[in-house]
């Protein structure tokens, strides 16, 4: 692991500093830092952990996306409490850029015990020292992670196998449409085509789909057609392989042929609006969509479907996910590790997942009502975020290109491609 070696007044620039040295990570248990100070004792590696058996307080460090988040994490931690008396959870809310806020107070050593962690950035964060590594914990308390998917559990390792977070629920790109305009959903991505052609012009739709210029869900549209941004081993670009151009080139013709539309274009918000105010008959969003659509358009007859099978024949899809993490500074990590531990659990995750708002990210938690396709979608889906270092440079430059081809009218892939490369080609060489 590299030293972390962070620079405040550029971390809170939101620019990571220059790592060099010796290795990274906090003291081990017991050991002194620089300048004389003793880590608070931590379980020996090698013993046996007892979560029922610790004491101490936590401070928990979450973003909040809703009321309806905060009422289902205060469910999850009240039921904690329950099961585990001893333990005081102390929930920081952090609004704002979560993610500027917790590099700079990283930097200062002042980040709360636990938090959550995105998958955009886990890489950066791992790579930075930040994050406490949990397998010494996972092995001690026999905790299960083999329910956990792969594809959510995976994004939260470095490059050596070594797990940094737990996934706290995950979320998969599935179609969404209107079932009295779509009675039947299409399955292939030609069937889509036909489709949206025939939705062309009728009643209010401004367009048959509502789409996203970037890699949020053209990614998926990507691997359907047998593309990809990497190689197999995420060790070179991929974009400008034969069958990724092709993808890009298709994914653009639904623009220019009138079969979708971005929803700005639309006059929306997002592509969930365009659903409820019947702008667009199908859109690709998770399981976010389904309390939207129950509170802000309830009367609009909508369901789930699979993402359609491309060229490349097989069911595909992207996902997203987020993950509990220990701080790497935290002077309560033992605390920290059993309500992660709980949460990320059988128990804990099916209350938080109850609420209505978020997907289990483990097999052996009960789906909740709405979400099977969403669900169904991990089994075969492949990262969305998180699977490569400089990821949100790369979406901006593909986004970036993929828009100045619509505006511009001129609808060809090769700028698209050619930005895409330039930049995956950058962030794999830094």
Same mark, same amino acid.
């Given at each position: ?19 060099? &040295?010796?290795? &990274? ?10 300048? #004389? ?14 979560? !029922? ?5 936590? =401070? ?27 333990? =005081? ?25 636990? /938090? ?81 052609? !025939? ?7 401004? *367009?048959?789909?509502?789409? !996203? ?7 998926? /549209? ?13 060790? *070179? ?7 990724? $151009?092709? %993808? ?51 009367? $609009? ?9 491309? !060229?490349? #024949? ?38 938080? =997942? ?8 483990? @097999? ?16 075969? %889906?492949?990262?969305? @975020? ?5 990821? +949100? ?13 619509? =505006? ?9 491609? @050619? ?9 794999? +060489?830094?």
């Amino acid at each position: 692991m590299r030293q972390r070696l962070l620079i405040l007044g550029a971390a809170m620039a939101l620019a990571f500093a220059a790592c060099t &040295g010796d290795g &990274g990570g906090s003291p081990g248990p017991g050991e002194t830092e620089p300048g #004389g100070q003793t880590t608070a004792p931590q379980t020996p590696a090698g013993t046996a952990f007892d979560p !029922s058996a610790i004491s101490g307080e936590v =401070t928990l460090g979450q973003w909040e996306s809703s009321p309806a988040e905060r009422d289902a994490l205060t469910e999850a931690l009240d039921a904690f409490a329950q099961a585990y008396p001893n333990v =005081t959870v102390n929930q920081e809310t952090i609004a704002g850029d979560y993610r500027a806020q917790m590099i700079t107070r990283f930097g200062a050593q002042d980040a709360p015990d636990l /938090f959550y962690v995105n998958a955009e950035y886990a890489p950066e964060w791992i790579r930075e020292g930040f994050l406490e590594p949990l397998d010494d914990y996972i092995a001690a308390q026999g905790f299960d992670t083999s329910t956990f998917y792969e594809g959510y559990a995976n994004i939260f390792k470095g490059e050596d196998g070594t797990t940094y977070g737990l996934p706290k629920d995950g979320n998969t790109i599935a179609m969404a449409y209107n079932t009295d305009l779509v009675p039947n959903p299409p399955a292939t991505l030609d069937e889509l085509v036909s489709l949206a052609d !025939s939705l062309k012009g009728q009643g209010d739709l401004k *367009a048959p789909l509502c789409l !996203s210029p970037g890699l949020d869900r053209g990614l998926a /549209f990507l691997y359907a057609q047998g593309g990809s941004l990497l190689t197999d081993d995420n060790s *070179a670009s991929a974009i400008d392989s034969a069958e990724s $151009t092709a %993808a890009v080139q298709w994914y653009l013709d639904l623009f220019k042929n009138g079969q979708g539309m971005a929803p700005g274009d639309m006059g929306d918000g997002w592509c969930g609006e365009a659903l409820g105010k019947g702008d667009a008959a199908i859109v690709f969003e998770g399981g976010w969509l389904l309390g939207y659509m129950d509170t802000e358009f309830p009367d $609009t007859p909508w369901a789930f479907a699979e993402m359609p099978t491309g !060229s490349s #024949g097989e069911k595909v899809t992207i996902t997203y996910t987020a993950a509990y993490s220990i701080g790497v500074d935290s002077q309560n990590k033992d605390a920290a590790w059993v309500v992660l531990q709980y949460l990320t659990g059988p128990d804990g995750m099916g209350v938080w =997942t109850q609420g209505g708002i978020a997907v289990p990210s483990r @097999s052996d938690v009960p789906v909740p009502e709405g979400f099977d396709v969403i669900v169904a979608g991990a089994d075969y %889906a492949r990262p969305g @975020s998180g699977f490569m270092p400089g990821y +949100n440079d790369v979406q901006k430059a593909f986004q970036d290109a993929m828009v100045a081809e619509i =505006t511009g009218g001129s609808y060809s892939a090769d700028p698209v491609v @050619s930005a895409t490369a330039d930049k995956i080609n950058e962030v794999l +060489n830094q």
